[in-house]
């Protein structure tokens, strides 16, 4: 097992600020490794969480490479690893969700999540309609909505009968973080607009 030192200290005690130490990241990554490592060699391979901290411990990993990378494509490479770790970490992590929390929990909490917002002043995506492209010249339209927490998915496609499609537990929480992504920028570009116009 990996010896490392950092910052932290017992007690809930820190040592004064200083920036964070590259070979200390290296260090938290090997680390992470050498504990969820063993996990994959298991009959049936790690579960949801293992999984998912595995793709963390990995993602700081890429975060030491970030640190030291000296030009913007490395910079680039290297970013883009570790957004990617991180997005299939937090997809396990949404996958055992659906593993260990009811069904009606997770809708309770979707419903709950837009009317906090909503009662916040916070921007909520009321309905999505979008166009994808698809190969041999498809196109397909897609809408959802919030009046059921965006939990189905209509699909137009011309010449074809409307499709109404109900996500499964994991896709669903994806797409949810999503929205609100999309609802939080917003948001944001709406109040810096707002301030700007206040300062003139």
């Known amino acids: 097992m990996t010896t490392y030192e950092t910052n932290a200290t017992r007690g809930g005690m820190l040592q004064p600020a200083a920036p964070v130490d590259p070979k200390q990241v290296r260090d938290v990554a090997q680390h992470a490794s050498e504990v969820f490592g063993p996990s994959a060699r298991l009959k049936g391979g790690r579960d949801q969480l293992s999984e998912s901290g595995a793709h963390m411990g990995i993602?700081?990993?890429?975060?030491?490479?970030?640190?030291?990378?000296?030009?913007?494509?490395?910079?680039?490479?290297?970013?883009?690893?570790?957004?990617?770790?991180?997005?299939?970490?937090?997809?396990?992590?949404?996958?055992?969700?659906?593993?260990?929390?009811?069904?009606?929990?997770?809708?309770?909490?979707?419903?709950?999540?837009?009317?906090?917002?909503?009662?916040?002043?916070?921007?909520?995506?009321?309905?999505?309609?979008?166009e994808l492209l698809m190969a041999k010249g498809r196109r397909l339209t897609v809408r959802l909505t919030s009046t059921d927490a965006y939990q189905t998915i209509e699909l137009i496609e011309e010449g074809l009968e409307t499709r109404v499609v109900r996500l499964s537990g994991a896709n669903r929480l994806e797409l949810h973080s999503g929205l609100h992504e999309i609802g939080r920028i917003v948001w944001l570009m709406e109040r810096a607009n707002d301030k700007a116009e206040a300062a003139l």
Not at 107 to 130: K, N, P
């Open 59 to 130: 993602s700081l990993g890429g975060l030491h490479s970030v640190m030291r990378a000296e030009v913007p494509i490395d910079h680039l490479a290297e970013g883009e690893f570790t957004l990617d770790h991180l997005h299939r970490a937090a997809g396990h992590m949404r996958e055992h969700l659906v593993e260990a929390v009811p069904a009606d929990e997770l809708e309770a909490r979707h419903r709950g999540l837009i009317d906090s917002c909503l009662e916040e002043g916070l921007t909520v995506v009321g309905s999505l309609t979008a």
